[in-house]
């Protein structure tokens, strides 16, 4: 009788455990979204993207004025 409830007592703490230890790796694992230097070229590829879309823009306005300059003449 004994043996059998420190074995239930045991299994008990022991699934206690695990579900603490689950919890505690979920919590780190939302915590370590990218170091720093991650986030900082993440930033500096979306200035890159911006950047070449302004140009694009750019580019595709002077197009469209020298078509428009070809049409009046």
């Known amino acids: 009788m ?3 409830q420190t ?4 299994s008990i703490k022991q699934t206690v455990q695990t579900l603490i230890r689950r ?3 979920r919590r780190k694992k939302k915590k370590k979204r990218g170091s720093p230097r991650d986030r ?3 930033e500096k ?3 890159r993207e911006r950047e070449m879309r ?5 580019r595709d306005e002077r197009e469209r004025e020298r078509e428009r300059a070809r049409e009046e003449r």
């Not at 074995?7 to 045991?10: K, L, P, R, S």
Request: hydrophobic share 35%; glycine share 14%; proline share 0%.
């Open 2 to 4: 004994i043996n059998g």
């Open 7 to 10: 074995d239930i007592g045991n």
């Open 23 to 25: 919890r505690i790796m």
């Open 40 to 42: 900082e070229s993440v």
């Open 45 to 47: 590829r979306g200035a």
């Open 54 to 58: 302004e140009r694009a823009r750019e």
